[in-house]
């Protein structure tokens, strides 16, 4: 569809904007250097991500209307017809998260001797896992959640993949 290739469109020249950054200034230090090295190494992987995401996106139909208005529809499940696909999508995305998240120390739940300080293509001196630290609910997050669910609710896209 057309909005799928704009959105690749948009995403790949993204991409392409932060892997051509030139390079700082020959006086700069050698803290900038590693620094600008350790952003470029975080795109790939980062496209890698957002390419399966769009994949389990599509392939659990995730981006058709009718799966996720059958789901948020809770008339539904009176009349038998509710869907509860995006529950299953939602649990496989729970379960990989959680596994993934073993092998960052100090966020595992199960010790683990393999847990790594930062993430394998980052240097340690520069690289760090980004992990969400703040454990209160306030109103913003409140209101971010509500506007995220709102969107998706009213338009029945997924706000993601949308964008």
Known sequence: SVIVTVIVAIVGISALVGLTRKNPSSDSTEGQLDELTNNRQKILPSIGGAILFAIGLFVSQMT?????????DVRLIAKGSWDPTLVIVMCGGFIVSFVSYQWVNGHNIITNSYALQCPLSQKDTVGKFSVPTNKIIDGKLVFGEAIFGLGWGMAGLFPGPAM
């Not at 058709?64 to 948020?72: C, D, E, P, W």
């Open 64 to 72: 058709v209307y009718s799966k996720i208005f059958g789901f948020l």
